[in-house]
């Protein structure tokens, strides 16, 4: 099991921009989950996408996977203030459901 | 579909004393986890169920720190003695298997205060 490294810390921007999140791994993974934690609540599922697989989208929820970089990348356009929120990626490895999250990306969006 | 219910939702007690956490995963989900999280950091797996056996508590602080799961459902979390480094949101998550990558339903997690 690894654990994936969200970039930025944190990210601030206005209703209906588009915020990009990045996460990078260290070794191969079977599939890489995004979860997203509103304050004061439980983590969400966002979306799964597979080792090979490439882009995935979900509403306005778009992620990639480059498994030659180790890297994957959340967008999500159109920002709403309720999209406010930490993001975390969870890369998953062959064998074993164990998830092991990051600090995450804390992204505040600004009515 | 209910989601994964936890209890109590919030917690305060004093260091040296016990505490437990009850979880009430989803219907049909064999595997249950244990995740702390303390404030600004990412959750962390405490420890993982495969129906009522052990599967992963390498993370588990055993001398005070206990869990269980009977008869593959409803799990409890116990910390006694507690420590003030304790104080943390103990979630529950569960998902349909072990192996695969599944995604994980979580709870609204227990916030635990150590004075």
């Known amino acids: 099991s690894q654990q994936g490294e969200e970039d930025p810390q944190a990210l601030s921007i206005q209703e209906g921009e588009n915020a990009t999140m990045n996460c990078s791994y260290k070794?191969?993974?079977?599939?890489l989950q995004w979860y997203r934690q509103n304050s004061g609540r439980g983590l969400v599922h966002l979306i799964l996408i597979r080792s090979n697989e490439r882009e995935k989208h979900s509403g306005r929820l778009r992620v990639t996977l480059d498994t030659s970089k180790k890297s994957s990348s959340l967008l999500i356009t159109a920002s709403r203030a309720a999209d406010t929120a930490s993001y975390f990626c969870a890369p998953s490895s062959y064998n074993t459901d164990k998830l092991i999250f990051g600090t995450g990306t804390r992204l505040q969006v600004f009515p | 579909e209910a989601g994964v219910a936890q209890s109590p939702r919030y917690k305060i007690i004093e260091k040296r004393q016990s505490v437990a956490f009850w979880c009430n995963p989803i219907s049909g989900h064999a595997t249950l986890y244990w995740y702390q999280q303390i404030l600004g950091q990412g959750p962390k797996l405490l420890i993982q169920f495969q129906n009522n056996g052990v599967v992963d508590d390498s993370q588990l602080p055993k001398d005070r720190f206990s869990a269980e799961r009977l008869k593959g459902v409803d799990s409890t979390l116990k910390i006694q003695p507690a420590k003030l480094e304790d104080s943390a949101v103990y979630l529950c998550a569960s998902s349909l298997g072990w192996t695969g990558g599944n995604e994980q339903f979580f709870g609204p997690g227990t916030r635990l205060t150590v004075l």
């Open positions: 070794t191969s993974i079977n599939n």
